[in-house]
């Protein structure tokens, strides 16, 4: 069973370097999310995706970009990495009538 | 944007009960979540409330009051794989989940 999946697991990066946090669904859910996890401050949303070729701003979108090419994929992209993007990042995707979310594993991303 | 809010910590005894309260502003409705984390693991789900009432599922129940703005999980019959962060989530009104900033439960033996 796979999910949910989430590349790199763990990533030492330099600032000012681009770097994209691979995700992919095998569920065939239509919306998916990308969320970062800091100590104190719980899970934020970055960008969701409601279907395929559509996306959105959640609350702290800034030096982030996401692309949805299609159903599976949806990568998210640092464009010139800060150390404050130092977070644990989630992604997860969401169907049906409760609509919960199916997070991946989770991505650890130290930036330097 | 949401406010959620809900205690840091709480610690309890193995076989006792708990309850985590969770409080809420939000610009439209569309459900309460609650989700369970082990520490270096994702966030799984355990509960959904929608309408006011109590919805229980084994051990757990989760409680909705929509015109107080307020949640609470209920943990019974504590084991210590219990020991966990307790997420509490709001869907607003275009859908989108905020999350609280997490309850760490410490279950002691």
């Known amino acids: 069973i796979a999910g949910i999946t989430q590349a790199p697991t763990s990533q030492i990066l330099a600032a000012g370097r681009r770097m994209t946090l691979r995700c992919t669904q095998d569920?065939?859910?239509?919306?998916m999310y990308w969320y970062r996890q800091d100590l104190g401050l719980g899970l934020r949303l970055i960008h969701y995706s409601n279907t395929a070729g559509t996306t959105g701003k959640g609350e702290v979108p800034d030096g982030y970009s996401v692309s949805r090419a299609n159903t599976d994929d949806f990568p998210l992209t640092l464009a010139s990495a800060v150390p404050s993007q130092t977070s644990v990042y989630f992604c997860?995707?969401?169907?049906?009538?409760?609509?919960?979310?199916?997070f991946g594993e989770g991505s650890r991303l130290t930036v330097l | 944007g949401q406010n959620i809010d809900q205690p840091t910590e709480m610690t309890a005894t193995e076989g006792a009960i708990v309850q985590i309260n969770c409080t809420y502003q939000?610009?439209?409705?569309?459900?309460l979540f609650w989700y369970q984390q082990h520490a270096g693991e994702a966030p799984t789900f355990l509960s959904y409330n929608v309408l006011d009432g109590l919805e229980e599922k084994g051990r757990f129940s989760s409680f909705l009051s929509r015109s107080k703005g307020y949640s609470y999980l209920l943990l019974k019959e504590l084991q210590m794989k219990d020991s966990a962060s307790y997420l509490c989530a709001v869907r607003d009104g275009d859908y989108k989940l905020s999350f609280g900033a997490g309850t760490t439960v410490t279950v002691r033996a």
């Open positions: 569920m065939r859910h239509n919306a």
């Open positions: 997860a995707s969401s169907s049906g009538t409760v609509g919960e979310l199916f």
């Open positions: 939000t610009s439209g409705f569309n459900g």
